[in-house]
């Protein structure tokens, strides 16, 4: 048996996420029959980092493929990309050890998240157009409340996938370039839609609609609103997943320029 480590990278508004589910357009199941057209009398198995939901993109997802046939990568990475729809790209193969696991082997991740000030003809897929003024001050604000090992259960919707609410973020940036306000969230892992939700506090205090003080309060007391101001999926992207000894993201590029 061969394993592959695969990074890739699409365009999430097409599927159901990134995980197969019967009777739904998934990225996993994309990728799954890319692979069975490869390798047609082999079973064959598709593990990624972490999931992303209905309508999420990904720059950086990371899968291990395990397939009995050895293929050159690159001859592996050009046929994937061959047989698979328009909007999945495989960016990098590796050849791998057998224990290697793209999940439970990942140290970090980040994701990216983009805002808009204005409405984009080109970019309205890949970014939330927020109309209000935002001030990215209270923004960073919020954002320094969630940085560190926390209990961030009021923050997301409950998973049987989630063993533990508690999730170490190592950082968050809020940067302006040109129209858009873009927010990157570095840490261990993520529950589901934590992410959305704190970008979807920090909109609304940048709005000047919620106070910092408020959505401190958040993590001793659960709230409807924080559901409620869940950010679109259009603005996230799975930027990275780290391994052992991988660099962190450095600097910004936006997927659109909104000048």
Same mark, same amino acid.
């Given at each position: 048996?061969?394993?592959?480590?695969?990074?890739?990278?699409?365009?999430?508004?097409?599927?159901?996420?990134?995980?197969?589910?019967?009777?739904?357009?998934?990225?996993?199941?994309?990728?799954?029959?890319?692979?069975?057209?490869?390798?047609?009398?082999?079973?064959? @198995?598709?593990?990624?980092?972490?999931?992303?939901?209905?309508?999420?993109?990904?720059?950086?997802?990371?899968?291990?493929?395990? /397939?009995?046939?050895?293929?050159?990568?690159?001859?592996?990475?050009?046929?994937?990309?061959?047989?698979?729809?328009?909007?999945?790209?495989?960016?990098?193969?590796?050849?791998?050890?057998?224990?290697?696991?793209?999940?439970?082997?990942?140290?970090?991740?980040?994701?990216?998240?983009?805002?808009?000030?204005?409405?984009?003809?080109?970019?309205?897929?890949?970014?939330?157009?927020?109309?209000?003024?935002?001030?990215? @001050?209270?923004?960073?604000?919020?954002?320094?409340?969630?940085?560190?090992?926390?209990?961030?259960?009021?923050?997301?919707?409950?998973?049987?996938?989630?063993?533990?609410?508690? /999730?170490?973020?190592?950082?968050?940036?809020?940067?302006?370039?040109?129209?858009?306000?873009?927010?990157?969230?570095?840490?261990?892992?993520?529950?589901?839609?934590?992410?959305?939700?704190?970008?979807?506090?920090?909109?609304?205090?940048?709005?000047?609609?919620?106070?910092?003080?408020?959505?401190?309060?958040?993590?001793?007391?659960?709230?409807?609103?924080?559901?409620?101001?869940?950010?679109?999926?259009?603005?996230?992207?799975?930027?990275? /997943?780290?391994?052992?000894?991988?660099?962190?993201?450095?600097?910004?590029?936006?997927?659109?320029?909104?000048?």
């Amino acid at each position: 048996m061969a394993r592959y480590k695969l990074t890739i990278e699409y365009d999430g508004s097409r599927y159901s996420g990134w995980q197969l589910q019967k009777g739904s357009k998934s990225v996993q199941g994309a990728l799954i029959d890319a692979c069975k057209v490869i390798f047609p009398n082999e079973k064959v @198995e598709v593990y990624g980092a972490g999931r992303t939901d209905q309508g999420v993109h990904a720059l950086g997802q990371v899968a291990h493929l395990d /397939v009995g046939k050895i293929l050159k990568t690159l001859q592996l990475m050009h046929r994937l990309n061959d047989n698979l729809p328009f909007d999945i790209v495989v960016k990098d193969v590796q050849l791998v050890p057998p224990k290697f696991h793209a999940r439970y082997d990942a140290v970090h991740r980040s994701y990216l998240y983009q805002i808009s000030k204005r409405p984009s003809a080109f970019g309205k897929k890949m970014v939330w157009w927020v109309k209000d003024p935002l001030n990215v @001050e209270t923004m960073r604000q919020v954002a320094a409340l969630f940085v560190g090992m926390k209990d961030f259960r009021n923050f997301a919707e409950k998973s049987d996938e989630d063993k533990s609410t508690l /999730v170490e973020i190592s950082n968050i940036e809020v940067v302006e370039q040109g129209d858009l306000i873009l927010i990157r969230v570095s840490g261990s892992h993520f529950l589901w839609k934590q992410v959305r939700r704190m970008v979807g506090l920090m909109v609304e205090a940048g709005r000047g609609k919620l106070q910092v003080k408020e959505i401190e309060g958040f993590f001793k007391r659960p709230s409807e609103i924080i559901a409620k101001l869940t950010a679109p999926p259009s603005g996230l992207y799975l930027e990275k /997943v780290c391994y052992e000894g991988d660099s962190l993201p450095v600097g910004f590029q936006p997927t659109v320029r909104v000048d």
